[in-house]
């Protein structure tokens, strides 16, 4: 996604009309119209999130339509993220498992942060599958290269 211009976001399905297409773009146009982001992390934000914030924003703000309207699911992304990594951290000092047998609390939370993190990740287009998605539907929509057109324009 780091052509430097916007992604195209919707898909042209088959064979469509101009007004189809049109209107297309123009939705795709109003996706990059909303309020943006504010690069500045939430007060809350601590540790491993604040540090994951700093990280991401910039990345999403580059070309894709992030606005203050994602604002609480960047924020639930880096919660989770930093809540990962504290687990992870905890799990490092008192292992896997406790002197019965049993999953640590600290896995079984891991566990569900890694799953809540990959459908946020996903939902912010910051997953390899999410961004391939656009990649295709952008490839797919390109215009086609008229082998002609240079000699059309020059008539």
């Known amino acids: 996604m ?9 898909a042209y399905d088959g064979n469509i009309s101009n007004q189809t297409k049109a209107d297309k773009e123009n939705t795709e146009k109003q996706l990059f119209s909303y309020k943006d982001l504010n690069s500045n992390p939430p007060d809350y934000l601590k540790g491993e999130a604040l540090k994951e914030w700093t990280h991401i924003v910039p990345l999403l703000k580059k070309d894709s339509p992030i606005s203050e309207l994602d604002r609480g ?6 919660n989770t993220y930093g ?3 504290d687990c992870q951290n905890a799990l490092n000092e008192s292992g896997t498992f406790d002197s019965n047998g049993k999953k640590s609390p600290y896995l079984v939370t891991q566990q569900q942060a890694t799953r809540d993190l990959k459908s946020y990740a996903t939902a912010l287009g910051l997953t390899l599958e999410s961004r391939s998605k ?3 539907t952008k490839a797919k929509n390109a215009e086609p290269d008229d082998p002609y057109s240079d000699m059309l324009e020059s008539i």
């Open 2 to 10: 780091a052509s430097g211009r916007p992604p195209k976001l919707t």
């Open 73 to 78: 699911m960047i924020v639930a992304y880096c």
């Open 83 to 85: 809540l990962m990594v």
């Open 134 to 136: 656009l990649e295709y």
